[in-house]
């Protein structure tokens, strides 16, 4: 079946510091590829997408490359904020030729923790 | 812009009593779906739905009902409430299942607690 798999964390980091939050996956066909964050409090909202090999989705700083030599979409930003701190979950939803539902499937979530 | 909403955000309940989650979108979203969190485990599928009049399972769906008599709403119900059932709980939902690659719009949650 599908899954995704990234680290539950957390991470902590001071402000300014590189990010990386590895994502890696197996998938019965061919998966579009998505960062979610969850603010405290809240549900999930994108944060970025990837809909096919060598694609790069960015969004607010943040950047990830669907790679499908490694089966990996790795989360990175270059200098993060306190604002950044949240549950970043990576996910996929794979195409189906004949059509019909295609479930999305997440990752357990990684927690981001950035301190002054 | 309502986008997709969940009520109640809190709720504690006996175990053995029932209840009922909402969840209304406005976006004319074909797809909608429950998901429950869980500390280490991210968030699991309870049901789906791809349409009004159609409901299917997802990974976890014993213990709660559900059905899709209108595009808008999609109600999870708990038939008899256990603490295992104690989780927060997310309404998603997406444009039609074709576009494999639309991202899922989701509720802000309901906190449910079963003593």
């Known amino acids: 079946g599908d899954s995704v798999t990234q680290m539950e964390g957390p991470v902590t980091l001071s402000e300014e510091a590189f990010l990386t939050i590895n994502c890696t996956y197996t998938?019965?066909?061919?998966?579009?590829l998505f960062w979610y964050v969850q603010y405290p409090g809240e549900g999930l909202q994108l944060l970025l997408k990837?809909?096919?090999?060598?694609d790069k989705g960015s969004n607010k700083g943040f950047e990830a490359t669907y790679r499908k030599e490694t089966t990996s979409f790795h989360l990175e930003k270059g200098s993060v904020q306190v604002s950044d701190s949240a549950v970043y979950f990576c996910?996929?939803?794979?195409?189906?030729?004949?059509?019909?539902?295609?479930?999305?499937?997440f990752g357990i979530g990684t927690k981001l923790q950035v301190i002054p | 812009n309502a986008g997709v909403t969940q009520t109640p955000k809190f709720q504690v309940l006996k175990t053995g009593q029932s209840m009922t989650l909402q969840c209304a979108q406005d976006?004319?979203?074909?797809?909608m779906s429950w998901y429950r969190q869980d500390p280490g485990m991210g968030l699991r599928l309870i049901h789906y739905?791809?349409?009004?009049?159609?409901?299917d399972q997802g990974e976890v769906p014993n213990g709660y009902n559900v059905s899709r008599s209108t595009t808008e709403d999609f109600p999870l119900r708990l038939l008899s409430a256990a603490p295992s059932q104690t989780s927060v709980y997310f309404c998603?939902?997406?444009?039609?299942?074709?576009?494999?690659?639309?991202?899922?719009?989701f509720g802000n949650g309901t906190r449910l607690t079963v003593t």
């Open positions: 739905s791809v349409g009004a009049g159609i409901t």
């Open positions: 976006m004319n979203h074909e797809y």
């Open positions: 990837a809909t096919k090999a060598d």
């Open positions: 998603a939902s997406s444009t039609d299942i074709s576009a494999y690659n639309s991202p899922l719009h």
């Open positions: 996910a996929l939803r794979v195409f189906s030729n004949s059509g019909g539902y295609q479930k999305v499937t």
């Open positions: 998938a019965t066909g061919y998966p579009s």
